[in-house]
C-alpha cells in the first residue's frame, strides 16, 4: 500500500483511483488551468495513519497552462500514476499531491475497469509512456483494480461521467 509511494522525500510516485473529480478551471492568481481530484488506494483505506494522520483520500491538483494538458477524468474509478509529485499536509490534517508546471513532473490516465489485462492506458502528458513500465505499473493496477472492484462493491457510487 502506503499510496505506492517511491522516494524518500516529499516528491514521490504514487498510484490512486479517482473517486472525484472537477471540470477544469482558471487559478485566479496565476491564469494556470487546475484540474482537482481524489483519489484512493488500499493504504489511505485501512487503520493505519500516514504522518501520523488518519486520510481516506488524497487531494490530487494538475496545473497547466493550456487546459488541453490536463487530464480529461470521465469515470469514477480511472487510474492515475503521478511522477515526482509534490506530496505535502495542508490545513494539518489534509494530503495532498501537486503536479504540473514541472519539468521532471508526468501523469498517466488508465482505465480502472478490473477485467483488463492490459495497461488501459487513457491519456498521458508524457512523451514515452512505455518508458514507465520499469515500475511494474502493469502490476500495481491489477492490484488497485481488484482494490476497486471490492471498494465500489462496498461503498456504491452513482457511476455518472464526472462533467467536462
Given at each position: 500500500?502506503?499510496?505506492?509511494?517511491?522516494?524518500?522525500?516529499?516528491?514521490?510516485?504514487?498510484?490512486?483511483?479517482?473517486?472525484?473529480?472537477?471540470?477544469?478551471?482558471?487559478?485566479?492568481?496565476?491564469m494556470d488551468w487546475i484540474v482537482r481530484a481524489k483519489?484512493?488506494?488500499?493504504?489511505?483505506?485501512?487503520?493505519?495513519?500516514?504522518?501520523?494522520?488518519?486520510?481516506?483520500?488524497?487531494?490530487?491538483?494538475?496545473?497547466?497552462?493550456?487546459?488541453?494538458?490536463?487530464?480529461?477524468?470521465?469515470?469514477?474509478?480511472?487510474?492515475?500514476?503521478?511522477?515526482?509529485?509534490?506530496?505535502?499536509?495542508?490545513?494539518?490534517?489534509?494530503?495532498?499531491?501537486?503536479?504540473?508546471?514541472?519539468?521532471?513532473?508526468?501523469?498517466?490516465?488508465?482505465?480502472?475497469?478490473?477485467?483488463?489485462?492490459?495497461?488501459?492506458?487513457?491519456?498521458?502528458?508524457?512523451?514515452?509512456?512505455?518508458?514507465?513500465?520499469?515500475?511494474?505499473?502493469?502490476?500495481?493496477?491489477?492490484?488497485?483494480?481488484?482494490?476497486?472492484?471490492?471498494?465500489?462493491?462496498?461503498?456504491?457510487?452513482?457511476?455518472?461521467?464526472?462533467?467536462?
Amino acid at each position: 500500500g502506503d499510496l505506492y509511494l517511491k522516494g524518500t522525500t516529499n516528491k514521490a510516485c504514487a498510484m490512486g483511483i479517482v473517486v472525484d473529480c472537477s471540470a477544469p478551471y482558471r487559478s485566479k492568481e496565476s491564469m494556470d488551468w487546475i484540474v482537482r481530484a481524489k483519489i484512493i488506494d488500499q493504504s489511505l483505506n485501512d487503520d493505519s495513519a500516514i504522518g501520523g494522520v488518519h486520510n481516506r483520500y488524497c487531494l490530487v491538483f494538475f496545473f497547466a497552462g493550456k487546459v488541453n494538458d490536463l487530464p480529461r477524468v470521465t469515470d469514477v474509478g480511472s487510474i492515475v500514476y503521478l511522477r515526482r509529485a509534490d506530496f505535502t499536509f495542508w490545513q494539518a490534517n489534509k494530503f495532498k499531491a501537486k503536479l504540473g508546471g514541472k519539468k521532471y513532473t508526468s501523469w498517466m490516465l488508465f482505465s480502472g475497469d478490473p477485467s483488463r489485462l492490459d495497461l488501459g492506458l487513457l491519456q498521458t502528458n508524457r512523451d514515452d509512456p512505455a518508458s514507465e513500465d520499469r515500475f511494474n505499473l502493469r502490476g500495481s493496477l491489477v492490484e488497485l483494480r481488484a482494490f476497486s472492484f471490492n471498494y465500489f462493491r462496498e461503498h456504491p457510487v452513482p457511476l455518472t461521467p464526472f462533467s467536462q
